[in-house]
T-cell receptor, first 113, second 113 residues
Framework: DAGVTQSPTHLIKTRGQHVTLRCSPISGHKSVSWYQQVLGQGPQFIFQYYEKEERGRGNFPDRFSARQFPNYSSELNVNALLLGDSALYLC????????????FGPGTRLTVL | EDQVTQSPEALRLQEGESSSLNCSYT??????LFWYRQDPGKGPEFLFT???AGEEKEKERLKATLTKKESFLHITAPKPEDSATYLCAVQKGSGGGADGLTFGKGTHLIIQP
């Protein structure tokens, strides 16, 4: 069975640019969450989407936005990139938005120069 | 504010030397506590979900336990392939939904042959 997939694997951008990261959840899962993980830290919650609606938001600036599509895949957008946005961006899927285990994808490594 | 503290930050063991990793948490309305394993540069791999104090789960050489304030991940007779960072996360419930996961910084475990 296919797990959570993310694209691209790696990405290099310069300050001020915009980036779009993509995620496809496990088949049958309707909820997608996004996390940012900087080196040496645990993942930090950015957004949760369920049935195409935002269900939760972490403490991130408005430069970060996301959406979920009818097929439950999701995009994370980051505008006006800063050096501090360099991190591993993780997508996790779960069956529902209420509770239950979240399964993570391999992540997208974003480097901002 | 929700908090998850993992200890020790790093642990080096000899192959076959059993030990325990600690996860202390402060959260209102715990919905679930999760353990993940993460290899360098990869996404977290799900290990266990615990929902209530007194619950225990086992998988191969790993056993997770939960109390009202902390969780332990016991590793019995570890092998070099158990070397990884082990992450603990909590999820709280609010109203009809659940929030994103709050992670600790992880315990970096090295098993020497």
């Amino acid at each position: 069975d296919a797990g959570v997939t993310q694209s691209p694997t790696h990405l290099i951008k310069t300050r001020g640019q915009h980036v779009t990261l993509r995620c496809s959840p496990i088949s049958g899962h309707k909820s997608v969450s996004w996390y940012q993980q900087v080196l040496g830290q645990g993942p930090q919650f950015i957004f949760q989407y369920y049935e195409k609606e935002e269900r939760g938001r972490g403490n991130f600036p408005d430069r970060f936005s996301a959406r979920q599509f009818p097929n439950y895949s999701s995009e994370l957008n980051v505008n006006a990139l800063l050096l501090g946005d360099s991190a591993l961006y993780l997508c996790a899927s779960s069956i529902s938005g209420n509770s239950g285990t979240q399964y993570f994808g391999p992540g997208t490594r974003l480097t901002v120069l | 504010e929700d908090q998850v503290t993992q200890s020790p930050e790093a642990l080096r063991l000899q192959e076959g030397e059993s030990s325990s990793l600690n996860c202390s948490y402060t959260v209102s309305g715990l919905r679930g506590l999760f353990w993940y394993r993460q290899d360098p540069g990869k996404g977290p791999e799900f290990l266990f979900t615990l929902y209530s104090a007194g619950e225990e789960k086992e998988k191969e050489r790993l056993k997770a336990t939960l109390t009202k304030k902390e969780s332990f991940l016991h590793i019995t007779a570890p092998k070099p392939e158990d070397s990884a960072t082990y992450l603990c996360a909590v999820q709280k419930g609010s109203g009809g939904g659940a929030d994103g996961l709050t992670f600790g910084k992880g315990t970096h475990l090295i098993i020497q042959p």
